[in-house]
T-cell receptor
């Protein structure tokens, strides 16, 4: 079956702009989590959505937001982009919310802010 | 709160040699532990996980890890390295932070280089 699909794979944006990233989970998976990966900070948890509700949130500013649709697809939005937002953004899906295991990751969206 | 420390940001081994990647965790409640691998320009692939039961866990590609509660460790090993094992490896912990909320906390990663 198809894996976790993230679009686009690569994105270049200018400081101050906003960006929307998309994640389609594995069919049947209802939970979607987002992570930011940078060389300096490593992998950091952004948020988790389940049944269109945010279940868990990491320590990121309000510029970072997300949502989940009724078909479990999720989007994350970053407003007023800063250079430091350049990162690989990874999405992971799982069957249930806040499961102790069983996350499947997508290939990520590489965001470059110039 | 939970945290993960991976000892050694870069490990280099010869092809055929033992691979040992070290991971220590901190968790105030019983943890679930994971090892993921990341190849260049790819996402994370689950190698193995410990949830409950047997403390020696076998994963894909010949890797295994042992959960040692007394040492708060979950080191990853492979008896004989292949060139294809060259990648970055991440140890992660997940624990109930209250309200049945789990989230993965990752270590900084260890880059494994395999020399011919």
């Amino acid at each position: 079956k198809a894996g976790v699909t993230q679009t686009p794979r690569y994105l270049i944006k200018t400081r101050g702009q906003q960006v929307t990233l998309s994640c389609s989970p594995i069919s049947g998976h209802r939970s979607v989590s987002w992570y930011q990966q940078t060389p300096g900070q490593g992998l950091q948890f952004l948020f988790e959505y389940f049944s269109e509700t945010q279940r868990n949130k990491g320590n990121f500013p309000g510029r970072f937001s997300g949502r989940q649709f009724s078909n479990s697809r999720s989007e994350m939005n970053v407003s007023t982009l800063e250079l430091g937002d350049s990162a690989l953004y990874l999405c992971a899906s799982s069957l249930e919310a806040s499961t102790p295991g069983g996350y499947t990751f997508g290939s990520g969206t590489r965001l470059t802010v110039v | 709160a939970q945290s993960v420390t991976q000892l050694g940001s870069h490990v280099s081994v010869s092809e055929g040699a033992l691979v040992l990647l070290r991971c220590n965790y901190s968790s105030s409640v019983p943890p679930y532990l994971f090892w993921y691998v990341q190849y260049p320009n790819q996402g994370l692939q689950l190698l193995l996980k410990y949830t409950t039961g047997a403390t020696l866990v076998k994963g894909i590609n010949g890797f295994e890890a042992e959960f040692k509660k007394s040492e708060t460790s979950f080191h990853l090993t492979k008896p004989s390295a292949h060139m294809s094992d060259a990648a970055e490896y991440f140890c992660a912990v997940s624990a109930n932070s209250g309200g049945s909320n789990y989230k993965l906390t990752f270590g900084k990663g260890t880059l494994l280089t395999v020399n011919p």
